[in-house]
């Protein structure tokens, strides 16, 4: 689906927001409109909470902007205040047993029964990963270890793979994470990308829901060197 489809209108939120009305001065030019977000609020679809100044998202129930069912201003289904979702957002993955050659489940689940707590602490460590939603819908990957092919393959144990997402995107209410990367003449190629729905953001936590469930990430505050 390409950008231009996408039904989202975007712009600063202005002075006289309140918990019932987003006051938005659109990307394009002409005097700001004012949003009803009652019912987004009361559903909880108001993603952050919209400051003056903040670059917000809208998706409304009539793409017209028209009210709807006797309200006074366009309805909204959904607010994302954009400058709220950014940051880095980590949850924590743990290893599985490799599974080698003539090992099925049964017998790599009682190696793991009689594994010593010792070596099994030692092994089974837990690894952060996550992701980092910077402006200019740039990403970063979060957890990412550069170990040899031939490390890997000796240890005992494997992490899931790590999504390595470089952009970010929303899209009619979605947010789309994507894999790229650069080929030899600069050009960013698309590897994959996840789409997912907004379920709740609170200042220290996000939940997006992706096709195989909700998945919960902690915020990740940055460590300030001291001078």
């Not at 927001?17 to 002409?30: E, F, S």
């Not at 040899?148 to 899209?171: C, G, I």
Request: aromatic fraction near 8%; charged fraction near 30%.
């Amino acid at each position: 689906m390409e950008q231009s489809e996408d039904k989202m209108v975007y712009g600063l939120a202005c002075d006289g927001c309140t918990d019932t009305i987003l006051v938005l001065l659109r990307d394009i030019k002409g005097d700001p409109d004012t949003f009803d977000i009652l019912d987004a609020s009361s559903n909880m679809m108001v993603i952050g909470h919209p400051r003056i100044g903040d670059q917000m998202a809208v998706m409304l129930a009539d793409s017209t902007c028209q009210p709807t069912d006797g309200a006074r201003y366009p309805v909204a289904t959904l607010v994302v205040d954009m400058d709220k979702i950014l940051g880095t957002w980590c949850y924590m993955v743990t290893p599985k047993l490799r599974l080698h050659a003539g090992m099925d489940k049964d017998r790599q689940q009682e190696f793991l029964k009689n594994m010593p707590d010792s070596v099994k602490r030692r092994l089974m460590q837990p690894r952060e990963y996550g992701f980092q939603l910077k402006a200019d819908y740039q990403a970063q990957p979060v957890g990412m270890v550069r170990r040899s092919n031939t490390t890997n393959e000796r240890s005992p144990v494997e992490y899931p793979v790590l999504k390595r997402y470089r952009e970010w995107r929303l899209l009619n209410g979605r947010i789309i994470l994507k894999e790229t990367r650069r080929d030899s003449t600069g050009q960013q190629l698309l590897l994959s990308s996840d789409t997912a729905e907004f379920v709740r953001l609170r200042r220290d936590s996000l939940v997006l829901r992706f096709n195989d469930g909700e998945h919960h990430y902690y915020r990740k505050e940055e460590v300030k060197s001291e001078r």
